[in-house]
């Protein structure tokens, strides 16, 4: 299973189908901002967002969206705070912030969330 | 927002610049206006819809936003269309509701003008945030809200005032920009608010604003920054794990050719026939020289930004798109009771005085649009003299007989604009934008009774005691 690290240097792209996105590694969602939701409570009785652990891989599903493409922009970011899995949640320095674009193809393109965008843990 | 809107707003918006552009009611309307101008008057019940449309804007977010959020344009276009076909089928009124898509249309090529185009341009600050820091750039905004009307100051100001503050933001900065840039810091020319253009329009001298309002302006800017310091100076959060950054101080900005388009808005503002004679009407064809001129520096703005740029500040069109939705429900819906209010202030005007004029111009321009709150009241207040709104050389008579009236609903009209989210169009982008960068905004009531009212009402109540009772 490759690191978060890896990915974004490899750059490698995770995958979307309607409601769904697929990241290639693991780890642990501590908030994500879709449009202007802000989503913190990823118990299973979320109305909002439902999370899937695999090996290798996770799935979040958007249960608000029908299809992602259909509302999320070119210029738009998914934008996620995440602990990779095997890493100390309570040390901030491990919370990674990603911004997931829709690249088009079921392509999820995968960035480190620079200091230009406007993103508040 | 959680639904499909490509097609559908394009088709509405053309579907109804069709209805008012072919003009399909106005023979018969034409003739009922003149000869019978009181029966047009709407009926009390008429002011239901806009209520219901309030409260769902204020609790839907709250109570029910999944809902809310699939459903809100429909709500707010089917709030509307009950209005409108009230006015057209049952008023046979047709220049009302031309006359309010009108000021729609205008409404929204500004703000939609400024968004994109400052949408374009991106401004890095590298500056340690600090309470005198952010009041400083607070005052900055609020004054060159003055330059490029609340909007732009907004659209331009906010994504670097959330980054020079990221370590320490909480809500209450985004809540302080909203009262300060986005309203009542543009109350000193008629650039800064719409209401003043409209005051501009109908002939109120362009400079009166800042001759008149400045010492109104100056120690109200003065009194909510120093609220704002003294809250900022108690925000504690990250100072420890800021003090070992090294700041530059550098501001940069990036896309600064957008700032020509900001100007071509700015200076698109006066292409008006009423203020140019040589600019053509293009009646009743609803979009002005003004209006295409803004709407194509939408398409250039848009076009020609730097991708690089738009992807840093995360463009996308949707919070144009929430207000654009909102407002079409809120302008049309607000109508008849903008109508009952201007009757009741034009028999009763005698009724009215300075205080009347300043609490209730404000608290209507917090719920309503400030725009027609402010030439309603500004018509009731002519009425005291005698004169018409409509004839600009009785505006003029007025604004050098007895400017009281004036100065209170003209400041009223923009300071009240804060009191909540749909005060002031910027407010909804403002929020929309915030939150999109995580930072979580209270709800409208807990802006409303947490914020609004302890902050800027008591405020209010020093301005109105010291300059207007």
């Known amino acids: ?121 | 927002m959680i639904l499909n809107k490509k097609i559908f707003f394009p088709s509405l918006f053309v579907f109804l610049g069709i209805i008012f552009s072919i003009n399909i009611f106005a023979g018969e309307s034409n003739l009922i206006v003149k000869e019978t101008e009181q029966l047009t008057q709407p009926s009390i019940y008429m002011v239901l819809p806009f209520i219901i449309l309030l409260l769902l804007i204020a609790t839907g977010p709250l109570f029910y936003k999944n809902f809310w959020e699939r459903h809100y344009p429909k709500i707010s276009i089917l709030l509307g269309t009950i209005t409108l076909v009230y006015y057209l089928y049952f008023l046979k009124d047709f220049h009302s509701m031309q006359h309010i898509f009108i000021e729609y249309v205008s409404f929204i090529a500004l703000l939609s003008s400024l968004f994109v185009a400052s949408g374009g341009i991106l401004i890095k600050v590298d500056k340690k945030s600090t309470p005198l820091a952010n009041v400083l750039f607070l005052l900055f905004g609020a004054v060159i809200a003055n330059i490029i009307g609340t909007t732009g100051a907004s659209m331009l100001l906010i994504r670097p005032f959330i980054k020079m503050n990221k370590d320490r933001i909480k809500p209450y900065h985004i809540i302080f920009f909203i009262f300060l840039i986005s309203n009542v810091g543009g109350a000193l020319t008629p650039i800064g608010d719409p209401p003043l253009f409209i005051g501009f329009l109908r002939g109120v001298p362009f400079f009166w604003v800042i001759v008149n309002v400045w010492y109104i302006w100056l120690p109200t800017i003065a009194l909510i920054l120093l609220v704002f310091y003294f809250v900022d100076s108690n925000n504690k959060m990250n100072t420890d794990s800021s003090a070992n950054i090294e700041y530059s101080g550098k501001i940069e900005i990036q896309g600064g050719k957008n700032f020509i388009y900001l100007v071509v808005v700015i200076l698109a503002v006066f292409i008006d026939p009423n203020v140019m004679s040589w600019v053509p009407s293009l009646a009743p064809f609803p979009l002005g020289i003004r209006e295409i001129i803004m709407f194509s520096i939408v398409y250039l703005s848009y076009k020609n930004a730097h991708p690089e740029i738009l992807k840093s500040n995360e463009f996308d069109f949707e919070p144009i798109k929430e207000v654009a939705y909102l407002f079409i429900g809120i302008f049309l819906t607000m109508v008849p009771a903008l109508q009952l209010i201007a009757n009741f202030a034009q028999v009763k005007h005698e009724l009215l005085d300075t205080t009347t004029f300043y609490w209730a111009t404000g608290i209507l321009s917090g719920v309503l649009d400030n725009t027609p709150t402010y030439l309603n009241f500004l018509s009731a207040a002519m009425g005291k003299f005698y004169l018409d709104v409509n004839i600009q050389s009785q505006v003029l008579e007025f604004v050098t007989k007895d400017d009281i009236f004036l100065r209170a609903i003209s400041v009223s009209a923009v300071f009240f604009g804060a009191i909540t989210y749909i005060g002031n169009g910027p407010n909804f982008m403002v929020k929309s934008i915030s939150e999109r960068g995580g930072i979580e905004m209270p709800s409208f009531f807990a802006y409303l009774f947490k914020y609004a009212i302890p902050i800027l009402i008591p405020i209010y109540l020093v301005v109105w005691l010291v300059f207007f009772r």
Request: proline letters at 2%.
């Open chain 1, 1 to 121: 299973m490759s690191t978060i690290d890896e990915i974004l240097k490899k750059k490698q792209n995770g995958l979307y189908y309607r409601r769904r996105i697929i990241l290639p590694f693991n780890g642990h969602l501590v908030k994500v901002i879709i449009e202007d939701n802000i989503l913190t409570d990823f118990s299973p009785s979320s109305k909002h967002i439902y999370v899937k652990e695999d090996k290798g891989f996770m799935s979040i599903y958007f249960k608000e969206y029908k299809d992602l493409e259909e509302d999320i922009t070119k210029y738009e970011a998914i934008k996620i705070v995440i602990v990779e899995d095997g890493k100390d949640m309570f040390n901030l320095k491990n919370h990674r912030k990603l911004a997931l674009y829709l690249h088009g193809n079921h392509e999820l393109k995968i960035e480190s969330a620079d200091d230009d965008m406007l993103f508040i843990e």
